[in-house]
């Protein structure tokens, strides 16, 4: 049935034969087996390409996702990334700012002096609400890289607490980078489920 077929359009950038995978080409991903899922993972983290996953990007659906594996705190989402030198750091909300300013016992404008300008965005988890971002420099002020501990972890931002899984804006889909061990679990784990729940359809590589 056509509309079982899907394609992950972010894979289309993905250079399968640097990675030795062309044979992958027209095989259906929810098929592959595990060691060809690896190598797969292994080439969109390697390319910083993150995988979509036919799953809707709900609060519930995100933290269901998130229970399946857990973060190895390598700290690589806390750093800058090589593959993208062009990124601002990480956007988070004026009222998660203020939360961390509250928590490090900080003045509100101290902390925002360390920030850029970001935008008026919707809440990925509340979209009738409009709030202000601002972008948080990388490498991250709060992450401990001696100690692998994010420093104001129980108020970390909303993007923090639910990567590797990022929001693109478009909620039909769940986002997953590949680019760490933890993301590499849930998007295993997001296959499971879309198998388990649409054993029919086919994702076409």
């Given amino acids: 049935m ?22 992958l080409r027209g ?11 690896d190598k797969l993972l292994k080439a969109l983290g ?5 995988l979509n996953i036919p799953i809707p990007c709900t609060p519930h659906n995100v933290w269901k996702i998130l229970a399946y594996a857990e ?3 390598c700290g690589g989402c806390c750093i800058p990334n090589p593959l993208n030198p062009e990124s601002p750091g990480v ?3 004026n009222d998660e700012l203020k939360s961390i300013a509250n ?11 360390k ?4 935008k008026v965005a919707p809440h990925p988890f509340a979209p009738n609400r ?5 972008w948080l420099p990388l490498p991250c002020p709060f992450y401990d890289e001696n100690l692998k501990e994010c420093q104001v972890y129980p108020v970390r931002p909303v993007v923090c607490e639910v990567y590797p899984v990022i929001f693109t804006g478009d909620d039909t889909y769940l986002a997953i980078k590949a680019n760490c061990d933890y993301g590499k679990d849930l998007i295993k784990a997001a296959l499971r489920e879309v198998r388990r729940n649409s054993p029919e359809l086919v994702i076409e590589l």
């Fill in 2 to 23: 056509p509309d079982m077929m899907q394609q992950p359009e972010e894979i289309n950038s993905l250079d399968l034969a640097k990675y030795g995978l062309l044979y």
């Fill in 27 to 37: 095989n259906n991903l929810l098929a592959l087996d595990g060691s060809d899922m």
């Fill in 46 to 50: 390697e390319d910083d390409i993150s």
């Fill in 71 to 73: 973060c190895r705190r």
């Fill in 91 to 93: 956007e988070v909300f």
């Fill in 103 to 113: 928590y490090l016992n900080l003045p509100f404008e101290t902390l925002k002096e």
């Fill in 115 to 118: 920030t850029a300008n970001g």
């Fill in 130 to 134: 409009l709030a202000i971002t601002r």
